[in-house]
DNA sequence: TCAAAAGTGTTCTCTGTACACCCATGA
DNA sequence: TCATGGGTGTACAGAGAACACTTTTGA
């Protein structure tokens, strides 16, 4: 009765059909310029043709008919950061009739985690410039209610999933992933009660070492257990990122997939 | 340094880019054709033409350069069952490079409910047909995949978010309404456990009629409150749907916008 | 020995669950 | 009066928050 999925009455494919492009939210920790506290930062790029031009915006591009979606997401990220996410997550499809002035654009939006260490030395020059995610000026486009959105999203899902270690390295201290959840969520969390948590929800394991030359008790380090993590990204299941080799940590990447048919912990939202 | 969002080196528009397609996984809430069970069911379109012809398939259809995502979505869905949604968001965007044989195709998925009471009298046809969610053959391109994720995100959905009521009518008593939770998430609730629940979340409120004519104590009607409802969508906000006015009750249409600052209740995940 | 953070123990509150029990109606 | 589901009361278990307290290091 109606035409579905690729088999319309009318075939697309001229000039006046809306243009895919693919954008992603990159997250980074760093320290407050002012404050010094452990905040979010984004990385912007500047704008350098009409429409817009010279305001920030999102890093994208348009989706080459050859790449998949979320290796888009990741070319384009590398190309602006120089680096390598450690998390990749597709947040949502923008497509407003008039989100981009004189051309329908639809833009499949992803949202990223990059390593706090590895950030430090990320590329900036004129075009390319980080944020403090919670100060950012006007953007092009409707970038700002994106980011806004990425911003609720990683707030959401760092409560309820074990996500928080990729903005650290391979190892890392309880009190170094509590960091991590305070700036996200900006309240503190108690020491022992959330080290009591992370370790009944098994996420994380202790590799037997500690941190010397701290001025205090050695604090453990502890390991992320890669077997657990997929079961915390609920439905998503890995996906491959060809010609994204990480710097450092494996990039873990999620696309949806068949849910489980008995949920593994009561994690998954 | 990169081409951003829509100033791309090389501006698409030709007939090698990828095809935009609106795809959208309904549920209605019916009797399970044998044990007579409440059971979800999803109406789903016979292929006529031939990538994966006489398959049945998702409806949907390309997107016009003209149209937003989510009325193309909300027609599509009313082409198929004659119905309007009373809830309809969006799942997610599927892009892989093979998924449709042949050419390169990325759909943006919605998910959608339908009133039981209206699915009943729904257009079904040669081409068209109801099947039970939990019961499909195999379905043309990722399309079971697409639903398996579809369903995950509902059932996840419900137990988290004051949606069940968009499979009833206007008024319901909380037995309706448990039924349909018992009926999703495919477990018993204690009714004495449900009404408190319920009652707390505030999302419901009593009309002060009861239903005569039962052979027990005749049970309290209640209706949404329509103000808790827009907190419990998260962060997505309302977004009208035009052309799509829904024969009965108001469609709920979502769709991300900026996240409140503060919480409402703890409950948008 | 002292400061500081690591790490442990204890208590309290809140939420969800199980289940006993009473209420109001039609047959 | 009885069967049936509507509706209320209560007690128990687990999760999370608050906070006192002990441990281990470098200075």
Do not use: C
């Not at 260490?117 to 944020?131: G, I």
């Not at 994106?146 to 390295?169: M, N, P, S």
């Not at 070492?209 to 380090?221: K, N």
């Not at 299941?237 to 997939?257: F, K, L, N, Q, W």
Request: proline share 7%; glycine share 8%; charged share 20%.
């Amino acid at each position: 009765m109606t035409g579905t999925d690729t088999t319309p009455e009318r075939a697309p494919g001229g000039a006046s059909d809306a243009a895919l492009a693919v954008s992603t939210v990159i997250f980074a920790l760093r320290p407050h310029e002012t404050t010094g506290r452990m905040t979010l930062w984004i990385p912007l790029v500047r704008r350098t043709r009409d429409p817009q031009k010279d305001l920030w915006a999102l890093p994208g591009g348009w989706l080459p008919v050859d790449e998949e979606l979320v290796s888009a997401a990741a070319r384009t990220l590398g190309e602006t950061t120089g680096l390598a996410p450690t998390y990749l997550e597709q947040l949502y499809t923008f497509g407003e009739l008039e989100r981009s002035p004189g051309r329908r654009v639809v833009s499949v939006v992803y949202w990223a985690m990059v390593q706090s260490a590895e950030a430090e030395r990320a590329a900036e020059n004129e075009n390319v410039r980080w944020f403090v995610a919670d100060e950012l000026p006007l953007l092009a486009f409707d970038h700002n209610r994106i980011i806004d959105y990425a911003l609720w999203r990683l707030r959401t899902k760092v409560e309820y999933a074990a996500i928080a270690h990729a903005f650290l390295g391979a190892t890392f201290t309880l009190a170094e992933l509590r960091e991590v959840h305070e700036a996200v969520l900006q309240r503190h969390i108690d020491p022992a009660n959330f080290r009591r948590t992370v370790e009944a929800s098994g996420t994380v394991v202790a590799t037997g070492e500690v941190v010397a030359g701290t001025r205090h008790r050695p604090p453990r380090l502890y390991r992320y257990d890669a077997s657990i993590d997929l079961a915390d990204r609920g439905p998503l299941g890995p996906e491959s990122v060809p010609g994204t080799a990480a710097s450092g940590a494996a990039a873990a990447v999620s696309a949806p997939s068949s849910p489980p048919s008995v949920p593994h912990t009561g994690e998954q939202r």
